[in-house]
């Protein structure tokens, strides 16, 4: 078993085992302001965002895209503080929401929630308090303290009541840290600092307070060492002792010289203090005393952030590592570790009653027992009261109690019990039911009600069952606080309290028979029984049976309330209780219809009897009902005709849920059974559901009874929204049978439906009085001719007036038309026209008219209209037609009027005369049809003069069309009539247009040869003059060279360019020369023809300097590069000075190019020029003139020609230009190159660089030149970035002496660093071992040990793994490494010494059993170094299972000081199997934690008789005495068998062992019995005894002293009851002395 330790210690989470980076673990980054949340920022690249860990939930953390400088959560919910800059804001996560936000005036350097609503803000030189609630800004609280300028904050804390406030700051000063806290008291307005490292407040309630104490406690370490204070703030509460502070000194380890505290946390629950340092180490202090606990070790990492933990009333915390760590005190260990470990019962008391924890029993029980036999009961009381888990709160302590005498003046010692119970705590069980018995005897039950409401009494069935007796209603209170189900209902029953019944035994889920409860409550009272019944039926499944309680209604006929209960009971319509709907309905059905048609109306159930009730309703003359229920057609029918009884509306919506057929059926039925009562509503109900009957079938209906009246109004309200030709039809012969003429006549106007041939015959055949509703079909469908011709026929003329006049107007023109049909009389016709004026269409009436060859009838009207001034087209379109046919001068008319339309008088003249055709076209603008007319008519002057002088684009692309076969007679009339007749250059420049458009080129040649070479107007156009040559160009440019020749007024350039483009390049030179454009002419001989030589001629014969720049070009993009440069240098152009370089250095011209740059360089100064100089000094050798012009003045790019030089190889050229410009770098390079190592290190030294130096390390080791690559490398492994490369080289080509030589070497230097000794090491390890050792021992702390690890593990180096493992404090793995390889690195000292150390336990057991197998020997001396450490229970178990147990038995024996079962039970059969009986029966007294009764019935078998009497002495310790004495007499140890039997008060046993001694005639051991058995044995049979076996000598003594103890009990008796009748007398008039006590204890309350 392990060591007893006073906390516990528990790893909550990892954080890097949920994503978190260990570079993002550290007090900037995380922040935990309680145990349910910790709240980290990450930063990867440039993603930011802040992870929530939920400890509830710790695998699944929240993670949110959120760039903040801090985040912190709230303490109890999921609210985030953010702070980014000086900007705050609060969100609400699980709302998704911002509460509030606020814009710093300062920096806030630190903040922290200290309350669920108050947030603390401290910045430079304030501390401010932000509340979240409402729109509260940051409340100043108090400066900043001088002291704590330059610290670092890390805490800020305050009390309960936020009265006392402390901010906490640490700094570094003198190599140490040094802590500054400034403490501010909120009444007083004052600031006090103090110098210590980490604090807390927590409320602390001293022995003998009624009140709590204000705790403030400190720890602060300084030169001196390290103290913590624990002081009381502020004044002491009213009625308080105030609080004594406490100093005490704080250790610190002397391997943590650097060590302070950096976290504190109090425990309320427990009265402790936490304290946490930096190092790791756990501080646990008792604040009453001031005691330090415990110190241990936690965690190897600083733990930065810590929290109260709830759950345990410990701290929690997290290091740097990311574990999430928690502390807690044991309560099963502590109270026994101070007691066995510290030595200190006081205080292992003190915390054992604080804190209500076992582990101190022995110590309350002999206290308890030395105050008790001192007489002093009152302090005895409180002990018993104050003793954890009740473990002297016992019937034998009442018992002990009640058998005190009370003494003279004071109260009973079980009163004074009972009162110090009742002021400190409850009563239990026992207690409780002997105080009861009591008070209930003097009727003081409001005092059991007072203790009842203050929680003082232990509620138990037993005591409510003493109480029923004299109060139920308080035996009640009592069975529901002890939750006594059975009890508290029949309780609630008596006292008539059923409503409450069904909320208890939901509440404690308890099942009552509540059907016979309900039936008692039915025969008292009907209305609380209906409620009850209702709550019985308020859950889903009902607590009972819903048919059961229906009986207990029905067995008292109350159907009313049955009813009622049904309702509310079936409303979830459930197809299981159909039979109780039924029956429901039933019952309402025969005692009160009007219920069950309520019922049915609302259609609350659907799963009963449907037949049965439909029945029943029909009998109740439910009708509605009952169709509603029936399904036979039959039952529908007999029931339907009595529509008197039926509410028309719903027998409407009725014949919806009915099948067509059976729809049908019920109409016909209602209409033979009463026609005149039933038609309207046969007629409502065809109207609705016409679409489903069929209105064909309805139709049919109605007129099977003759019914017209019924089928008018039947169709009357479908034919509005019917769309059937028969119903409309119908409806009008309806209507017209019925007189409906108005009706008929909107139908024939508004519908669209009908027929309208049928509807016209029958109207015709109808012979209506009225011929409106004819007039308006024919009207609307276009029968006029039909109807003029029956209403002339029928002598009906005024009918033809009114349709023209008052009807349709605008219908006159086919009027007109029929009536000249029929030949009546012109005068009728005009005068009728005259009656209609202006509303109709001229034009159809002219068309009727001359369709009829009747013009000319028209010819007085149109004239009237035309002197009216009517401008209609119709009418002058009427007068052009007869002034046409009758010739009377219509050109006139047709030039003059401004009013016919052009293209109808246009068309019309085409057959009559072409020319009056074409006027009326021009004149309209009819340019197409002017055209067409033309084209037909052969007029094709007229069309040619027409397109000139209309100048239309469009009409001329379509006479230009090439499908137009008139197109070349036109043309010709253009080119010979039309253009020779105009002066305006408008007409010639659109016509050209025009021709060009249509791509005529031969014909437009011929057009402007005509214009232009002739002599005209036109001749010296500039326009024209380019028009004719570049159609040349384009139609025949074998004539372009004569155009340009003969022509001089034309864009010269234009033109040649474009010829260039039609690739008449000879005519485009032409041009040039002729207009002396010299650099375009030779541009047009080196780009077009290509010929350089003609170019270089007309060079040289014009010796233009642009024309030798062109040429110049030209050569160099041939790659005449030489004539190139000549032709520049003849240009004197160093322009294309890029393109000259370029080229040069293409075709290795550099000769060449230094001319030509030299030339350049004279004219331009231009850093590329001289740049290329110089290059091309060095690429020709020219050494000399390169020293002569780099020392001149000029402006070359010295380093980047050196750079070229060095990358082709001119080294001695680089040189001299590194030389020159001071690169010392690229120089110490070149040098390399040229084998001067010397000076290349000399170089690299004045360029000192690190690339330099590589170069120049790594050339010297190609070339063996190891001295100077030394030199150069001491250089390089000071950059740790750089080590990697330098040993990969020389290790890549086997210098491996070399390298570990250069690391030696750079071992001394200034800037040595961890990396090098790091890299030796794996050196060491590779290719020197017998050197690691050594290494290691002088240099571990500046290795990087982890790589070392590797690097050993690889190279099998066991005992430098060991070593390495045991400084890196991975002591498991040392240990693990020692175990796999002890012949190699085990060391017995270093074994043992790191044990002790390692984390995972199991090692502990894995190096029992390497010691058991390889050194068993030294077992004992592990086990003695493990101990504190060790599970004995597991440890001895394995030696147990592996049969070593005798070789540790010197380590069980040092452990059964635990009194652990497994290592007692070990020891005891070691004992026995070694037959050491004294051994076995001392571990039997002092260790009591074994399997008793098992051992004693092993060894009362033991051959050896001390055994067996072992074996009897464990029947006695378990209260086995009868097995103890048989044991005993079998053995004869009379002494043991009296002893046992006496103690065990038991006279039976005691008298059956005097018995046995008679029958053996061991007449001593009976006198002996009488006196060791005094207490247990009866008189009169020792007396019978003696007498029978005549041995009255041997009994004499026992009797004489009977008789003298009965006497003196006798006396005692005789002056007890003196005294009593004596009290009596005195007190007969004062109350009971219990009643009294009581109300001194309780009333003063």
Same mark, same amino acid.
């Given at each position: 078993?392990?060591?007893?330790?006073?906390?516990?210690?528990?790893?909550?989470?990892?954080?890097?085992?949920?994503?978190?980076?260990?570079?993002?673990?550290?007090?900037?980054?995380?922040?935990?302001?309680?145990?349910?949340?910790?709240?980290?920022?990450?930063?990867?690249?440039?993603?930011?965002?802040?992870?929530?860990?939920?400890?509830?939930?710790?695998?699944?953390?929240?993670?949110?895209?959120?760039?903040?400088?801090?985040?912190?959560?709230?303490?109890?919910?999921?609210?985030?503080?953010?702070?980014?800059?000086?900007?705050?804001?609060?969100?609400?996560?699980?709302?998704?929401?911002?509460?509030?936000?606020?814009?710093?005036?300062?920096?806030?350097?630190?903040?922290?929630?200290?309350?669920?609503?108050?947030?603390?803000?401290?910045?430079?030189?304030?501390?401010?308090?932000?509340?979240?609630?409402?729109?509260?800004?940051?409340?100043?609280?108090?400066?900043?303290?001088?002291?704590?300028?330059?610290?670092?904050?890390?805490?800020?804390?305050?009390?309960?009541?936020?009265?006392?406030?402390?901010?906490?700051?640490?700094?570094?000063?003198?190599?140490?840290?040094?802590?500054?806290?400034?403490?501010?008291?909120?009444?007083?307005?004052?600031?006090?600092?103090?110098?210590?490292?980490?604090?807390?407040?927590?409320?602390?309630?001293?022995?003998?307070?009624?009140?709590?104490?204000?705790?403030?406690?400190?720890?602060?370490?300084?030169?001196?060492?390290?103290?913590?204070?624990?002081?009381?703030?502020?004044?002491?509460?009213?009625?308080?002792?105030?609080?004594?502070?406490?100093?005490?000194?704080?250790?610190?380890?002397?391997?943590?010289?650097?060590?302070?505290?950096?976290?504190?946390?109090?425990?309320?629950?427990?009265?402790?203090?936490?304290?946490?340092?930096?190092?790791?180490?756990?501080?646990?202090?008792?604040?009453?005393?001031?005691?330090?606990?415990?110190?241990?070790?936690?965690?190897?990492?600083?733990?930065?952030?810590?929290?109260?933990?709830?759950?345990?009333?410990?701290?929690?915390?997290?290091?740097?590592?990311?574990?999430?760590?928690?502390?807690?005190?044991?309560?099963?260990?502590?109270?026994?570790?101070?007691?066995?470990?510290?030595?200190?019962?006081?205080?292992?008391?003190?915390?054992?009653?604080?804190?209500?924890?076992?582990?101190?029993?022995?110590?309350?029980?002999?206290?308890?027992?030395?105050?008790?036999?001192?007489?002093?009961?009152?302090?005895?009381?409180?002990?018993?009261?104050?003793?954890?888990?009740?473990?002297?709160?016992?019937?034998?302590?009442?018992?002990?109690?009640?058998?005190?005498?009370?003494?003279?003046?004071?109260?009973?010692?079980?009163? /004074?019990?009972? +009162?110090? #119970? $009742?002021?400190?705590?409850?009563? @239990? %069980?026992? &207690?409780?039911?002997? =105080?009861?018995?009591?008070?209930?005897?003097?009727?003081?039950?409001?005092?059991?009600?007072?203790?009842?409401?203050?929680?003082?009494?232990?509620?138990?069935?037993?005591?409510?069952?003493?109480?029923?007796?004299?109060?139920?209603?308080?035996?009640?209170?009592?069975?529901?606080?002890?939750?006594?189900?059975?009890?508290?209902?029949?309780?609630?029953?008596?006292?008539?309290?059923?409503?409450?019944?069904?909320?208890?035994?939901?509440?404690?889920?308890?099942?009552?028979?509540?059907?016979?409860?309900?039936?008692?409550?039915?025969?008292?009272?009907?209305?609380?029984?209906?409620?009850?019944?209702?709550?019985?039926?308020?859950?889903?499944?009902?607590?009972?049976?819903?048919?059961?309680?229906?009986?207990?209604?029905?067995?008292?006929?109350?159907?009313? /309330?049955?009813? +009622?209960? #049904? $309702?509310?009971?079936?409303?979830? @319509? %459930?197809? &299981?209780?159909?039979? =109780?709907?039924?029956?429901?309905?039933?019952?309402?059905?025969?005692?009160?219809?009007?219920?069950?048609?309520?019922?049915?109306?609302?259609?609350?159930?659907?799963?009963?009897?449907?037949?049965?009730?439909?029945?029943?309703?029909?009998?109740?003359?439910?009708?509605?009902?009952?169709?509603?229920?029936?399904?036979?057609?039959?039952?529908?029918?007999?029931?339907?005709?009595?529509?008197?009884?039926?509410?028309?509306?719903?027998?409407?919506?009725?014949?919806?849920?009915?099948?067509?057929?059976?729809?049908?059926?019920?109409?016909?039925?209602?209409?033979?059974?009463?026609?005149?009562?039933?038609?309207?509503?046969?007629?409502?109900?065809?109207?609705?559901?016409?679409?489903?009957?069929?209105?064909?079938?309805?139709?049919?209906?109605?007129?099977?009874?003759?019914?017209?009246?019924? #089928?008018?109004?039947?169709?009357?309200?479908?034919?509005?929204?019917?769309?059937?030709?028969?119903?409309?039809?119908?409806?009008?012969?309806?209507?017209?049978?019925?007189?409906?003429?108005?009706?008929?006549?909107?139908?024939?106007?508004?519908?669209?439906?009908?027929?309208?041939?049928?509807?016209?015959?029958?109207?015709?055949?109808?012979?209506?009085?009225?011929?409106?509703?004819?007039?308006?079909?024919?009207?609307?469908?276009?029968?006029?001719?039909?109807?003029?011709?029956?209403?002339?026929?029928?002598?009906?003329?005024?009918?033809?007036?009114?349709?023209?006049?008052?009807?349709?107007?605008?219908?006159?023109?086919?009027?007109?038309?029929?009536?000249?049909?029929?030949?009546?009389?012109?005068?009728?016709?005009?005068?009728?026209?005259?009656?209609?004026?202006?509303?109709?269409?001229?034009?159809?009436?002219?068309?009727?008219?001359?369709?009829?060859?009747?013009?000319?009838?028209?010819?007085?009207?149109?004239?009237?209209?035309?002197?009216?001034?009517?401008?209609?087209?119709?009418?002058?379109?009427?007068?052009?037609?007869?002034?046409?046919?009758?010739?009377?001068?219509?050109?006139?008319?047709?030039?003059?009027?401004?009013?016919?339309?052009?293209?109808?008088?246009?068309?019309?003249?085409?057959?009559?005369?072409?020319?009056?055709?074409?006027?009326?076209?021009?004149?309209?603008?009819?340019?197409?049809?002017?055209?067409?007319?033309?084209?037909?008519?052969?007029?094709?002057?007229?069309?040619?003069?027409?397109?000139?002088?209309?100048?239309?684009?469009?009409?001329?692309?379509?006479?230009?069309?090439?499908?137009?076969?008139?197109?070349?007679?036109?043309?010709?009339?253009?080119?010979?009539?039309?253009?020779?007749?105009?002066?305006?250059?408008?007409?010639?420049?659109?016509?050209?247009?025009?021709?060009?458009?249509?791509?005529?080129?031969?014909?437009?040649?011929?057009?402007?040869?005509?214009?232009?070479?002739?002599?005209?107007?036109?001749?010296?156009?500039?326009?024209?003059?380019?028009?004719?040559?570049?159609?040349?160009?384009?139609?025949?440019?074998?004539?372009?060279?004569?155009?340009?020749?003969?022509?001089?007024?034309?864009?010269?350039?234009?033109?040649?360019?474009?010829?260039?483009?039609?690739?008449?390049?000879?005519?485009?030179?032409?041009?040039?020369?002729?207009?002396?454009?010299?650099?375009?002419?030779?541009?047009?001989?080196?780009?077009?023809?290509?010929?350089?030589?003609?170019?270089?001629?007309?060079?040289?014969?014009?010796?233009?300097?642009?024309?030798?720049?062109?040429?110049?070009?030209?050569?160099?993009?041939?790659?005449?590069?030489?004539?190139?440069?000549?032709?520049?240098?003849?240009?004197?152009?160093?322009?294309?000075?890029?393109?000259?370089?370029?080229?040069?250095?293409?075709?290795?011209?550099?000769?060449?190019?230094?001319?030509?740059?030299?030339?350049?360089?004279?004219?331009?100064?231009?850093?590329?020029?001289?740049?290329?100089?110089?290059?091309?000094?060095?690429?020709?050798?020219?050494?000399?003139?390169?020293?002569?012009?780099?020392?001149?003045?000029?402006?070359?790019?010295?380093?980047?020609?050196?750079?070229?030089?060095?990358?082709?190889?001119?080294?001695?050229?680089?040189?001299?230009?590194?030389?020159?410009?001071?690169?010392?770098?690229?120089?110490?390079?070149?040098?390399?190159?040229?084998?001067?190592?010397?000076?290349?290190?000399?170089?690299?030294?004045?360029?000192?660089?690190?690339?330099?130096?590589?170069?120049?390390?790594?050339?010297?080791?190609?070339?063996?030149?190891?001295?100077?690559?030394?030199?150069?490398?001491?250089?390089?492994?000071?950059?740790?970035?750089?080590?990697?490369?330098?040993?990969?080289?020389?290790?890549?080509?086997?210098?491996?002496?070399?390298?570990?030589?250069?690391?030696?070497?750079?071992?001394?230097?200034?800037?040595?660093?961890?990396?090098?000794?790091?890299?030796?090491?794996?050196?060491?390890?590779?290719?020197?071992?017998?050197?690691?050792?050594?290494?290691?021992?002088?240099?571990?702390?500046?290795?990087?040990?982890?790589?070392?690890?590797?690097?050993?593990?690889?190279?099998?180096?066991?005992?430098?793994?060991?070593?390495?493992?045991?400084?890196?404090?991975?002591?498991?793995?040392?240990?693990?490494?020692?175990?796999?390889?002890?012949?190699?690195?085990?060391?017995?000292?270093?074994?043992?010494?790191?044990?002790?150390?390692?984390?995972?336990?199991?090692?502990?057991?894995?190096?029992?059993?390497?010691?058991?197998?390889?050194?068993?020997?030294?077992?004992?001396?592990?086990?003695?170094?493990?101990?504190?450490?060790?599970?004995?229970?597991?440890?001895?178990?394995?030696?147990?299972?592996?049969?070593?147990?005798?070789?540790?038995?010197?380590?069980?024996?040092?452990?059964?000081?635990?009194?652990?079962?497994?290592?007692?039970?070990?020891?005891?059969?070691?004992?026995?199997?070694?037959?050491?009986?004294?051994?076995?029966?001392?571990?039997?007294?002092?260790?009591?934690?074994?399997?008793?009764?098992?051992?004693?019935?092993?060894?009362?078998?033991?051959?050896?008789?001390?055994?067996?009497?072992?074996?009897?002495?464990?029947?006695?310790?378990?209260?086995?005495?009868?097995?103890?004495?048989?044991?005993?007499?079998?053995?004869?140890?009379?002494?043991?068998?009296?002893?046992?039997?006496?103690?065990?008060?038991?006279?039976?046993?005691?008298?059956?062992?005097?018995?046995?001694?008679?029958?053996?005639?061991?007449?001593?051991?009976?006198?002996?019995?009488?006196?060791?058995?005094?207490?247990?044995?009866?008189?009169?049979?020792?007396?019978?005894?003696?007498?029978?076996?005549?041995?009255?000598?041997?009994?004499?003594?026992?009797?004489?002293?009977?008789?003298?103890?009965?006497?003196?009990?006798?006396?005692?008796?005789?002056?007890?009851?003196?005294?009593?009748?004596?009290?009596?007398?005195?007190?007969?008039?004062?109350?009971?002395?219990?009643?009294?006590?009581?109300?001194?204890?309780?009333?003063?309350?």
């Amino acid at each position: 078993m392990a060591q007893v330790m006073p906390i516990r210690f528990q790893e909550h989470l990892q954080l890097t085992n949920i994503g978190i980076n260990s570079a993002n673990i550290g007090f900037s980054m995380i922040t935990m302001e309680s145990d349910k949340f910790i709240c980290i920022r990450e930063k990867n690249g440039d993603q930011s965002q802040v992870v929530i860990v939920d400890m509830a939930d710790p695998n699944n953390p929240i993670r949110r895209p959120i760039s903040a400088d801090s985040a912190i959560m709230n303490p109890s919910s999921k609210v985030i503080a953010l702070k980014a800059g000086r900007t705050l804001q609060i969100f609400n996560l699980e709302m998704k929401s911002k509460i509030k936000a606020h814009v710093s005036n300062e920096d806030v350097i630190f903040w922290k929630w200290i309350s669920v609503n108050t947030i603390a803000l401290v910045t430079e030189n304030t501390v401010y308090h932000w509340p979240m609630e409402g729109d509260a800004l940051p409340q100043k609280v108090f400066d900043r303290h001088s002291t704590l300028k330059g610290c670092q904050i890390i805490n800020y804390r305050t009390d309960e009541a936020m009265k006392w406030l402390l901010l906490v700051g640490i700094s570094a000063q003198q190599q140490r840290v040094v802590g500054a806290m400034q403490l501010y008291s909120v009444d007083r307005n004052v600031s006090q600092p103090i110098e210590g490292h980490a604090a807390a407040f927590v409320p602390f309630t001293v022995e003998g307070n009624k009140n709590p104490s204000n705790i403030f406690a400190f720890s602060v370490r300084n030169q001196t060492g390290g103290k913590l204070h624990i002081i009381e703030v502020g004044a002491p509460a009213e009625g308080n002792t105030a609080f004594t502070k406490k100093t005490v000194d704080v250790f610190f380890p002397a391997e943590a010289p650097n060590d302070f505290p950096v976290a504190m946390q109090a425990s309320k629950e427990h009265g402790l203090l936490y304290m946490i340092t930096k190092y790791g180490y756990i501080h646990l202090y008792d604040i009453e005393t001031g005691t330090c606990i415990y110190m241990n070790r936690i965690s190897g990492d600083t733990i930065f952030v810590t929290a109260p933990h709830e759950a345990s009333n410990g701290i929690v915390g997290v290091n740097r590592k990311g574990q999430v760590l928690s502390v807690s005190i044991d309560e099963d260990n502590i109270v026994g570790y101070i007691t066995n470990q510290l030595k200190n019962p006081e205080l292992a008391l003190k915390i054992s009653v604080r804190c209500n924890l076992a582990g101190a029993e022995e110590l309350f029980v002999r206290r308890f027992n030395m105050l008790f036999g001192q007489g002093q009961y009152s302090e005895a009381a409180k002990v018993a009261a104050s003793a954890p888990k009740g473990i002297l709160r016992t019937p034998q302590t009442i018992q002990r109690f009640q058998q005190c005498p009370a003494q003279p003046g004071q109260a009973s010692p079980l009163l /004074q019990y009972f +009162s110090i #119970l $009742l002021e400190t705590s409850q009563l @239990n %069980k026992a &207690e409780s039911l002997e =105080l009861a018995r009591p008070v209930l005897q003097q009727g003081r039950n409001q005092l059991l009600e007072k203790w009842l409401v203050e929680g003082k009494l232990e509620c138990s069935e037993e005591l409510g069952d003493l109480i029923k007796a004299h109060d139920s209603t308080l035996a009640l209170s009592v069975y529901l606080r002890a939750n006594i189900p059975q009890k508290v209902i029949i309780c609630f029953a008596e006292t008539n309290q059923f409503q409450k019944i069904v909320l208890y035994a939901k509440k404690v889920a308890y099942t009552p028979d509540y059907i016979f409860l309900l039936r008692n409550v039915m025969r008292g009272n009907v209305e609380n029984g209906a409620a009850f019944a209702g709550m019985l039926v308020q859950d889903d499944p009902p607590l009972a049976d819903i048919e059961s309680i229906t009986n207990v209604f029905m067995e008292q006929n109350l159907i009313p /309330q049955c009813t +009622s209960f #049904l $309702l509310d009971a079936l409303k979830h @319509n %459930k197809p &299981e209780e159909g039979h =109780l709907q039924t029956r429901l309905l039933e019952m309402n059905l025969m005692s009160a219809p009007q219920v069950a048609d309520a019922i049915l109306g609302n259609q609350m159930f659907t799963h009963y009897d449907r037949a049965h009730i439909a029945q029943l309703c029909e009998q109740a003359q439910l009708l509605q009902r009952a169709l509603e229920h029936y399904t036979d057609i039959f039952d529908i029918k007999r029931a339907i005709v009595h529509t008197h009884l039926l509410k028309p509306e719903w027998l409407v919506e009725y014949f919806g849920s009915l099948s067509v057929d059976d729809s049908l059926e019920c109409l016909k039925a209602m209409l033979t059974a009463n026609l005149r009562q039933n038609l309207q509503i046969c007629v409502q109900i065809a109207g609705k559901y016409h679409e489903q009957l069929g209105t064909t079938k309805l139709i049919e209906l109605f007129e099977s009874f003759k019914s017209f009246e019924g #089928l008018f109004y039947f169709l009357g309200s479908i034919v509005n929204f019917s769309q059937e030709a028969e119903v409309h039809f119908r409806y009008i012969q309806a209507a017209c049978k019925t007189g409906q003429i108005k009706e008929v006549e909107r139908i024939c106007r508004e519908s669209s439906c009908y027929d309208p041939e049928r509807v016209k015959n029958f109207l015709k055949e109808a012979k209506l009085a009225d011929q409106l509703p004819l007039i308006i079909v024919c009207d609307r469908f276009n029968f006029v001719h039909d109807l003029v011709m029956y209403l002339y026929k029928n002598n009906l003329q005024k009918y033809i007036e009114i349709y023209v006049q008052k009807v349709n107007p605008s219908r006159l023109p086919a009027v007109v038309g029929g009536l000249l049909d029929v030949d009546c009389a012109e005068d009728i016709v005009k005068n009728l026209i005259l009656t209609v004026r202006g509303q109709f269409s001229t034009d159809e009436l002219v068309e009727e008219v001359e369709k009829r060859n009747r013009l000319k009838l028209l010819m007085p009207w149109l004239e009237g209209r035309v002197h009216e001034g009517v401008n209609e087209p119709a009418t002058h379109n009427a007068l052009a037609k007869i002034y046409i046919d009758s010739n009377n001068n219509p050109e006139r008319f047709l030039k003059e009027n401004q009013f016919y339309d052009s293209e109808v008088i246009g068309k019309y003249c085409e057959k009559r005369d072409p020319h009056l055709a074409c006027v009326s076209y021009e004149r309209g603008g009819c340019d197409m049809e002017l055209i067409r007319v033309c084209n037909a008519n052969s007029l094709f002057k007229y069309a040619a003069r027409h397109l000139v002088r209309k100048r239309d684009q469009p009409l001329w692309e379509h006479v230009l069309n090439p499908e137009n076969t008139f197109r070349r007679p036109l043309i010709d009339q253009v080119v010979q009539t039309a253009l020779s007749e105009t002066q305006d250059a408008d007409d010639v420049s659109t016509t050209v247009r025009a021709f060009m458009a249509a791509d005529l080129p031969n014909e437009l040649i011929e057009l402007l040869e005509k214009i232009v070479l002739e002599n005209s107007v036109f001749s010296d156009h500039r326009n024209l003059q380019n028009l004719l040559i570049l159609t040349a160009v384009k139609a025949d440019p074998t004539r372009v060279m004569e155009y340009i020749t003969r022509l001089d007024n034309y864009d010269a350039p234009d033109i040649a360019n474009i010829a260039i483009t039609n690739q008449l390049f000879e005519e485009a030179f032409a041009i040039f020369k002729k207009f002396d454009v010299n650099t375009s002419a030779v541009q047009v001989l080196i780009e077009h023809v290509k010929n350089l030589d003609r170019a270089y001629e007309f060079a040289e014969r014009c010796n233009d300097p642009t024309v030798w720049s062109e040429l110049a070009r030209a050569q160099l993009n041939s790659g005449a590069v030489k004539d190139a440069i000549d032709s520049f240098i003849k240009a004197d152009d160093p322009s294309a000075y890029l393109d000259v370089i370029e080229a040069a250095r293409a075709n290795d011209g550099y000769e060449d190019m230094v001319r030509y740059l030299q030339m350049a360089r004279k004219k331009a100064r231009e850093a590329i020029i001289e740049t290329e100089l110089v290059f091309a000094y060095a690429k020709v050798n020219r050494l000399a003139d390169l020293e002569e012009f780099i020392s001149s003045p000029n402006i070359a790019q010295i380093q980047q020609v050196g750079d070229r030089c060095y990358d082709e190889g001119l080294y001695e050229p680089a040189r001299i230009l590194y030389n020159n410009v001071s690169n010392y770098a690229r120089l110490a390079s070149t040098l390399v190159h040229l084998g001067e190592y010397q000076a290349a290190v000399d170089g690299a030294r004045k360029a000192n660089s690190t690339k330099t130096w590589k170069e120049v390390c790594f050339a010297c080791v190609e070339a063996g030149e190891f001295r100077m690559a030394q030199m150069c490398g001491l250089h390089i492994v000071v950059h740790a970035d750089e080590l990697e490369e330098l040993i990969g080289h020389y290790q890549s080509r086997g210098f491996f002496q070399e390298l570990i030589q250069l690391l030696e070497a750079a071992l001394g230097l200034e800037r040595a660093h961890m990396g090098m000794f790091t890299e030796l090491a794996i050196l060491y390890s590779k290719y020197n071992t017998p050197k690691m050792r050594e290494h290691l021992e002088l240099f571990w702390s500046r290795v990087n040990i982890p790589k070392v690890l590797r690097a050993a593990e690889q190279a099998h180096l066991w005992p430098e793994l060991v070593f390495l493992y045991d400084k890196y404090e991975e002591y498991d793995n040392a240990i693990q490494t020692m175990m796999s390889h002890p012949t190699q690195c085990w060391k017995e000292a270093m074994f043992k010494d790191i044990i002790t150390k390692v984390a995972n336990i199991e090692l502990y057991y894995k190096a029992l059993s390497h010691y058991l197998e390889f050194k068993p020997m030294l077992l004992n001396d592990l086990l003695l170094v493990l101990t504190p450490r060790l599970d004995h229970t597991r440890a001895v178990g394995y030696f147990q299972k592996v049969g070593q147990l005798s070789l540790v038995l010197p380590y069980v024996k040092s452990v059964q000081s635990h009194n652990n079962k497994v290592i007692n039970e070990a020891l005891n059969n070691s004992y026995i199997e070694n037959e050491d009986y004294d051994s076995l029966r001392e571990s039997i007294d002092n260790f009591n934690n074994f399997d008793n009764i098992a051992l004693a019935q092993r060894m009362e078998k033991h051959e050896l008789i001390e055994f067996r009497r072992i074996a009897a002495y464990l029947f006695k310790m378990n209260n086995r005495w009868k097995q103890a004495v048989e044991l005993c007499k079998k053995d004869h140890l009379y002494k043991d068998a009296m002893e046992y039997a006496a103690e065990s008060r038991d006279t039976e046993i005691s008298e059956t062992l005097m018995g046995w001694f008679l029958d053996n005639e061991n007449y001593e051991s009976f006198a002996a019995g009488t006196f060791v058995m005094y207490d247990m044995l009866r008189p009169d049979v020792i007396l019978e005894l003696g007498w029978r076996h005549n041995i009255m000598d041997f009994a004499m003594p026992y009797l004489i002293q009977c008789v003298r103890e009965y006497t003196l009990k006798v006396d005692k008796l005789e002056v007890s009851d003196e005294t009593r009748t004596k009290e009596a007398e005195t007190n007969n008039q004062q109350p009971l002395v219990l009643e009294s006590q009581l109300a001194i204890g309780y009333y003063s309350s």
